[in-house]
């Protein structure tokens, strides 16, 4: 829900702007029962469309099949039937979800220059995109936990770390991902909307999607606002003190080897953190205006298409375990083919 959070700041600093989009203002008139969207993508060249067309396409397909690796192997190696492992399989579940409900449809925009979407396509685009986004942010607070136990716990960890419990962060991660974005979504589908309703995006964002809107919005501003602001502050708070527990843990551990022993049990979640919402956060460091709209868009490329590619990579490498496990697997199917 980080994502919706930080939507919501670029709509309301856009809203102060007119709503400019393009340079132009867009009109509030001749609403329509069924009105389409119309996608305007990145606007390049054919040949530049081709090449980003062919790279989207090879970062989808490596994004697929590394979490879907991620998955498999967690779920069929006996070593990695860990608390870290199982909520990382879930993390690359996520991951899946994002990237297939926005590189599909990003390759059809790229290659068509532009593409309409039915305002229910939008809204449905919308609910998984929150889903994904508000999900990950809380698995990722849920691992923090279990590398602050790992840590500064580490006697404990088994006992504290147990499946059931384990089982039921993730069930409620899902449950609050689920709700939340349920909740967010409802109010859109009251919107009326203009036949003037082209978004300068390659995505139904909710700034962009809101700015072709003829109704009044401050309802759903309002909503996004009081459900996004507290989770967003609870688990940014809550991920910023268990760092701050276990760096203070690794300071008074005595030998060096076991400071970058103790370090390297959170390392690669710390990278996934920072990445994660570093990439989130930097869409909405420029200003708004006319300029801004092409880097949000190459910003929240990143985001969407490149960030779950990361996560899978970010672990096989800075991850033995991943790594030896991954190894077995790809020669065990290697013999079998």
Not at 12 to 25: H, R, T, Y
Not at 45 to 53: D, M, N
Not at 67 to 72: F, R, T, W
Not at 300 to 323: D, F, G, H, M, W
Request: contains cysteine; charged residues 10%; glycine residues 4%.
């Amino acid at each position: 829900m980080a994502a919706t959070y930080m939507l919501y700041t670029e709509f309301v600093l856009n809203d102060a702007n007119g709503w400019e989009q393009a340079g132009k203002m867009i009109p509030r008139h001749n609403q329509s029962a069924n009105p389409e969207l119309f996608l305007l993508g990145f606007q390049l060249h054919r040949t530049s469309r081709i090449i980003f067309f062919a790279a989207v396409l090879i970062v989808f397909m490596m994004t697929i099949t590394g979490n879907l690796l991620m998955i498999i192997v967690v779920s069929t190696t006996q070593s990695l039937r860990s608390p870290m492992y199982f909520l990382l399989s879930h993390l690359s579940f996520c991951d899946i979800i994002l990237s297939m409900t926005i590189t599909p449809n990003l390759l059809y925009v790229t290659l068509q220059d532009g593409s309409p979407m039915t305002v229910s396509g939008c809204i449905t685009q919308l609910y998984f995109f929150s889903l994904s986004s508000a999900t990950e942010c809380l698995l990722l607070t849920m691992m923090s936990y279990d590398r602050y136990v790992a840590v500064c716990k580490p006697l404990h960890y088994v006992t504290i770390m147990n499946f059931p419990f384990c089982l039921g962060l993730v069930v409620l991660s899902w449950t609050l991902g689920l709700s939340l974005s349920m909740m967010l979504n409802i109010s859109l589908c009251h919107l009326q909307f203009c036949n003037s309703n082209t978004i300068d995006h390659f995505f139904c964002d909710y700034a962009p999607f809101f700015q072709v809107s003829c109704s009044d919005t401050t309802i759903v501003q309002t909503m996004i606002f009081i459900i996004s602001t507290p989770e967003i502050v609870i688990e940014t708070m809550f991920i910023i003190s268990t760092y701050v527990c276990i760096f203070l843990a690794i300071h008074r551990i005595a030998s060096t080897t076991g400071r970058q022993k103790a370090f390297s049990t959170c390392s690669s979640h710390l990278t996934v953190v920072c990445t994660y919402y570093g990439t989130l956060a930097a869409i909405y460091v420029f200003p708004s205006g006319e300029q801004s709209f092409n880097m949000n868009k190459i910003m929240s490329l990143v985001y969407t298409v490149v960030t779950p590619l990361l996560n899978p990579l970010i672990y096989s490498l800075r991850n033995r375990e991943i790594k030896a496990a991954l190894k077995n697997y790809l020669e065990k199917k290697h013999v079998e083919v």
